[in-house]
């Protein structure tokens, strides 16, 4: 289920107010990982991400705050393997994750100019993965100026389910990105020993808000939503 609130809602406290159903007219699967473009007008999300579903890459547009029109798949983009957790700049750069090709190059994230529901020049993000085996990038967020990157590194156990799992930040660097140096040092208030993943930022990129899940992992384990904020740097 998908939902909605405002912020500021003084019935509510300082933060959100009371959640209310998203309806996407024409659509009656699964919604996961759903991203909402800054104008607020076109929303991406995939659907199940395990099987038997494969999942892809679908968009819908807004007709009011809590209604969307389906409009499909995304064009050009979807494979047989997992497309997901999908981002977008102002510019229309689509960022997602996809494991097409992890087994040869050890690569999971993936770029793409995205307009009107169709994905063109899909290829690889260069520069951001560890390029080892039993790494992989997930829970990409791209800034709103198409600057930096947000993401996972997470490391899998043999019964796949993740034991390592950090934030990492990349700065556009050419037609690729680059690893920040200082990334852990700028996210040692956000990662632990736990699983911290699916970020989500704000325009201004002064909150950051994130999920944490303790390991190991059990049948008890519950996730829970965390906000961080941060200064303006000053120049």
């Known amino acids: 289920m998908l939902s909605a609130c405002k912020k500021g809602d003084t019935n509510q406290g300082p933060e959100f107010g009371q959640p209310i159903k998203v309806t996407i007219n024409g659509y009656s699967g699964n919604l996961m990982e759903p991203f909402l473009s800054r104008d607020g007008n076109i929303l991406l999300f995939n659907n ?30 979807n494979t047989t393997e997992l497309e997901g957790v999908p981002t977008l700049d102002n510019a229309g750069n689509l960022y997602f994750v996809s494991t097409r090709n992890y087994g040869t190059t050890f690569s999971s994230l993936y770029q793409c100019n995205f307009a009107a529901g169709t994905a063109t020049n899909v290829q690889i993000v260069n520069g951001v993965s560890k390029l080892q085996a039993g790494w992989v990038n997930f829970d990409v967020e791209v800034s709103a100026d198409g600057q930096t990157l947000y993401f996972v590194d997470g490391q899998f156990d043999q019964t796949g389910n993740p034991k390592i799992a950090d934030f990492v930040i990349a700065k556009k660097n050419g037609l690729g990105f680059q690893r920040v140096s200082n990334s852990s040092e700028f996210m040692q208030n956000i990662n632990t020993g736990a699983l911290e993943y699916a970020a989500c930022i704000s325009a201004d990129e002064l909150e950051f808000y994130f999920t944490r899940l303790q390991v190991p992992i059990t049948a008890n384990s519950l996730p829970e939503i965390f906000i961080s904020t941060r200064q303006k740097f000053k120049a």
């Open 48 to 77: 199940l991400n395990s099987l038997p579903e494969n999942t892809n890459l679908h968009w819908a547009t807004k007709i009011n705050d809590t209604a969307f029109q389906y409009k499909g798949e995304i064009d050009g983009v």
